[in-house]
C-alpha cells in the first residue's frame, strides 16, 4: 500500500518565534490525518530542508508526497524556487510521486478567514 | 466624527504575481466595511510603504488607523521592524490613533482554513 506524506513548505526566518504558526498548522493537520505524515521543510535560514526532509520520509518507505506551500503570495519562492527544487527530487526519487499544491494564500477558504480576522481586528 | 483606515501590510516581493492575494483580501475586506478605509502597505520592494501611506491616509482626515500585519509567522518584521515605523509615525502623527493587531497567521480561524486547505490538497 502507498504510504503518503504531506509536506508543508515555508520560508524559515532568523527568528525562532516566527515558526510556531507552522508548527500550529502541522500539529492540527496531522491530528486530523494521523494516518498521513505530517512534516515542516524550510527554504531557507531553518531546518530541515526541503531536500533532505524528502530523504528522510522516502527512507522510511513514503511513495507519494504532496507539498503544500505555506506562503501567502505566490512569488519567485514559490513560482521558480520550489518547481526546480521538486524537479530535482523526481529525478533522486523517481519513484515517488511528488504532487506540489498551490500556495494557500491563493485558497478562498483562507482569504475569508484572513478577510473576518481583518474585520475583528478594526472592531476590537 | 472619527475616521477610520485600515492597513494590510504585507511583506512586498519581486514578483507582481505575488502581489494578488493581498489585493483580493483588501478587496474583500473594502466589500465588508465600505465606511472604513481600506488600503495596502508593504515593507520592502513594493509600494507604497507604510509611512507615505498613512500620511496619504491622514490627509484625507483619518485619524483612528488600525494596522494588521498579514504575515504568516511573527519574526523580526513583525517584532521588531513594524513596532519601531508605528512608534515612529506616532511621533510624526500624534493626533492619530494607530493600533496594530497581531499577525493574521496567529488566528485560530486562519489556521483552521489552512489545515482544511492543506488536507484538502492531498486528497485531490
Keep these: 500500500m502507498e504510504k503518503r506524506a504531506l509536506i508543508l513548505f515555508a520560508h524559515g526566518a532568523r527568528a525562532d ?47 507519494d508526497i504532496t507539498v503544500v506551500p505555506v506562503f501567502l503570495g505566490q512569488g519567485a519562492h514559490v513560482l521558480r524556487d520550489l518547481p526546480l527544487m521538486v524537479d530535482e527530487l523526481r529525478v533522486i526519487h523517481p519513484k515517488v510521486a511528488i504532487r506540489v499544491a498551490g500556495a494557500v494564500g491563493e485558497d478562498p477558504g483562507v482569504l475569508k478567514a484572513m478577510t473576518d480576522y481583518c474585520i475583528a481586528a478594526l472592531n476590537s
Design 17 to 63: 518565534s516566527w515558526k510556531a504558526p507552522f508548527e500550529r498548522l502541522r500539529d492540527l493537520t496531522q491530528r486530523r490525518m494521523p494516518e498521513v505524515r505530517v512534516t515542516l521543510a524550510f527554504l531557507e535560514l531553518m531546518e530541515p530542508r526541503l531536500q533532505p526532509q524528502v530523504t528522510s520520509l522516502v527512507a522510511t518507505g513514503v511513495t
